[in-house]
């Protein structure tokens, strides 16, 4: 890699990046597991529509109850607010990034086993890199063309993770940096470094879920 010009992009967000395939059993478990919490959470947020709508329809209506309604609402809506703190979503979050070092791959996922997971990966280490395009009807932003899910299959020398596979959308213009930019980027320097690169398209439409439960599990 003594060609390519030393670059940092901004992380990209992936929905998904599995190192091994027992951390993917885990995490399938963990997500299992953590279900309820979402659904309590999902519940909350309905639940602070209805105060909203309870004490709106009180003072519009003008009735008896208006009053305690007016004074009793914004506690609820409160203690409710409350409860979203304290029940919070899967907080799922997958960072991809090319630094001067390599590709950085990190799992800051909380509820899931090995959150805090950071795998730097020098392109040197890097033996195949295989990726598969999914053309799918996602669309992402208001008037913006159908967005597509990608794969990254990352074949390494590292004894711990010999393949590492990522999946996320296929952003052309997001507020990040995306995925697309730093396989493009990828693609460059490791063809300056000689390393096989190779591109293929996946089933249509494919959601991520769908993708992952593809993959071979652990034996």
Same mark, same amino acid.
């Given at each position: ?29 963990? #997500? ?11 519940? @909350? @947020? /309905?639940? +602070?529509?209805?105060?909203? /709508?309870?004490? %709106? ?10 009053? *305690?309604?007016?004074?009793? %609402?914004?506690?609820? #809506? ?10 919070? %979503?899967? !907080? ?11 590709? =950085?791959? $990190? ?14 990966? *020098? ?5 195949? @890199? ?10 992402? &932003? ?18 711990? &993770? ?12 997001? =507020? $990040?940096?995306?995925? $697309? =930019?730093?396989? *493009?980027?990828?693609? $460059?320097? +490791? ?9 293929? !398209? ?6 991520? *879920? ?8 652990? =034996?």
């Amino acid at each position: 890699m003594s060609g390519a010009p030393a670059r940092k992009l901004k992380p990209a967000r992936a929905e998904w990046i599995r190192f091994a395939p027992a951390d993917e059993a885990a995490a399938d478990a963990a #997500l299992l597991e953590n279900a309820r919490p979402v659904l309590w959470r999902s519940l @909350l @947020l /309905g639940g +602070c529509a209805l105060i909203l /709508g309870f004490v %709106g329809q009180a003072v519009w209506r003008d009735v008896a109850y208006a009053g *305690d309604a007016v004074l009793l %609402g914004p506690m609820a #809506l409160a203690a409710w607010i409350t409860g979203l703190f304290l029940l919070p %979503g899967r !907080a799922l979050l997958f960072h991809v990034e090319l630094n001067d070092a390599g590709l =950085q791959l $990190r799992r800051q996922a909380r509820r899931l086993p090995g959150w805090d997971r950071t795998v730097q990966l *020098d392109l040197a280490q890097l033996q195949r @890199l295989d990726i598969v395009s999914h053309a799918g009807a996602f669309t992402v &932003y208001r008037g913006s063309p159908p967005m597509a899910r990608m794969e990254l299959l990352l074949h390494t020398s590292l004894p711990d &993770y010999p393949l590492i596979r990522v999946v996320g959308m296929d952003l052309p213009v997001p =507020q $990040r940096w995306s995925l $697309r =930019q730093i396989k *493009d980027e990828l693609i $460059r320097r +490791c063809k300056l470094a000689g390393i096989a690169v190779s591109a293929t !398209a996946g089933r249509h439409s494919q959601p991520s *879920d769908a993708i992952r439960a593809s993959w071979p599990r652990a =034996q």
